[in-house]
T-cell receptor, first 114, second 113 residues
Framework: DGGITQSPKYLFRKEGQNVTLSCEQN?????MYWYRQDPGQGLRLIYY???????QKGDIAEGYSVSREKKESFPLTVTSAQKNPTAFYLC?????????????FGQGTRLTVV | GNSVTQMEGPVTLSEEAFLTINCTYT??????LFWYVQYPGEGLQLLLK?????DKGSNKGFEATYRKETTSFHLEKGSVQVSDSAVYFC????????????FGEGTQLTVNP
C-alpha cells in the first residue's frame, strides 16, 4: 500500500539531547513537509522540501534541522537548541506545484522531553 | 500572506444534530480550499476539497461550498454521528505557496449519544 510512515510513534528524550524523527513515503511525491502540533493549536510548518537535496525553513525552524538525500525520506532532527520540543510532529507529502493537490499525512510522532 | 480562521471550539452536539463549522480565509491568489479531519492520536486525513469558486466538496455526508464573495468555506453535515467526533481543520493553498498548506486552528467536535 502506498503511504507515508513516521517512526517511532512515541519518543522520549532527555533535555540536552538531539533526537531524529523518521519520515518515509512511497507515493513518489516530490514535496515533503514537517509540521508541529501543540494542544489546542493548529499545525505550524517547520521545514519543507520540494526536491531532493533542497529544503526551506518554514515558520518555526529554529532548533530543528532536516535533510533530503533521497526522494522517499525526510528526517527531522530536534536539537537541544529547541527550547520547548514536547509536541506532536506530523510529516506530510504531496505532488509538487499542482493546483488543488492534497497533502498526505503520516500517523505522527509524539515527542516528550523528560 | 495567507491565513485561515476557524470558529472557536470545542463544539459539543447530540447525535443526529446539524453541524456547521465556520471557516474564512485570506489569500493573495486564487486558493484551493480543504477540510481535514484528525481522529485522536492520528495524523490528518483529507475530508473534502474545492479548487474554484462555487465548487462544492462533499464526502461522508459532509459538505462545504467555496464562496469567493464571502471568502468562506464552511463545513456542514445534516446529521452527525458519535463516530464524527474528531478535530476538523480548514486549510488552503495557492500558487504563491506552491503545495504548502496554511491551516486554521482546528475545531474539536464531540458528538454525544
Amino acid at each position: 500500500d502506498g503511504g507515508i510512515t513516521q517512526s517511532p510513534k512515541y519518543l522520549f528524550r532527555k533535555e540536552g539531547q538531539n533526537v531524529t524523527l523518521s519520515c518515509e513515503q512511497n507515493l513518489n511525491h516530490d514535496a515533503m513537509y514537517w509540521y508541529r502540533q501543540d494542544p489546542g493549536q493548529g499545525l505550524r510548518l517547520i521545514y519543507y522540501s520540494q526536491i531532493v537535496n533542497d529544503f526551506q525553513k518554514g515558520d518555526i525552524a529554529e532548533g530543528y534541522s532536516v535533510s533530503r538525500e533521497k526522494k522517499e525520506s525526510f528526517p527531522l532532527t530536534v536539537t537541544s537548541a529547541q527550547k520547548n520540543p514536547t509536541a506532536f510532529y506530523l510529516c506530510a507529502s504531496s505532488i509538487q506545484g499542482a493546483v488543488g493537490t492534497e497533502a498526505f499525512f503520516g500517523q505522527g510522532t509524539r515527542l516528550t522531553v523528560v | 500572506g495567507n491565513s485561515v480562521t476557524q470558529m472557536e471550539g470545542p463544539v459539543t452536539l447530540s447525535e443526529e444534530a446539524f453541524l456547521t463549522i465556520n471557516c474564512t480565509y485570506t489569500a493573495t491568489g486564487y486558493p484551493s480550499l480543504f477540510w481535514y479531519v484528525q481522529y485522536p492520536g492520528e495524523g490528518l486525513q483529507l475530508l473534502l476539497k474545492a479548487t474554484k469558486a462555487d465548487d462544492k466538496g462533499s464526502n461522508k455526508g459532509f459538505e462545504a461550498t467555496y464562496r469567493k464573495e464571502t471568502t468562506s468555506f464552511h463545513l456542514e453535515k445534516g446529521s452527525v454521528q458519535v463516530s464524527d467526533s474528531a478535530v476538523y481543520f480548514c486549510a488552503l493553498s495557492d500558487l504563491t505557496s506552491g503545495s504548502r498548506l496554511t491551516f486554521g486552528e482546528g475545531t474539536q467536535l464531540t458528538v454525544n449519544p
